[in-house]
């Protein structure tokens, strides 16, 4: 699911969320990215996109990540948090979570 959920509405990401939670195997763990509106390169994209289209990047929240996670089951095992240390897009723009 790596870099597909920053092109999902959140109807979609929850959908898939559920289908993530339903295909992990006891003691598996997912990779998941989705694009961040409170990340410093997020915010860059964010304002400068005028509309979501598919294709195109949706934003969201951690809180809202979180929130979908818990509520489908899934357990956050790592976040990601922005650094000033790497110029790693995925880093700077998005949310990066393993989870259980």
């Keep these: 699911v790596f870099d597909v959920l920053v092109h999902m509405d959140l109807h979609s990401t929850w959908h898939t969320l559920q289908q993530v939670r339903r295909m992990l ?19 860059e ?5 005028s509309h979501f289209s598919v294709g195109g990047f949706y934003f969201m929240g951690k809180q809202n990540l979180a929130t979908m996670l818990d509520r489908a089951g899934l357990r956050a ?12 897009v995925y880093f700077n ?3 990066l979570v393993l989870v259980e």
Excluded: M, Y
């Excluded at 195997?25 to 990215?33: C, E, I, N, T, V």
């Excluded at 994209?45 to 996109?49: G, L, V, Y």
């Excluded at 948090?81 to 790497?86: G, M």
């Design 77 to 88: 095992v790592a976040w990601s948090s922005p650094s000033t240390e790497t110029e790693n």
């Design 25 to 43: 195997k006891q003691g598996g763990r997912a990779f998941l990215s989705v694009a961040s509106i409170e990340t410093p390169l997020g915010w």
């Design 45 to 49: 994209r964010f304002a400068k996109q």
């Design 93 to 95: 723009r998005d949310v």
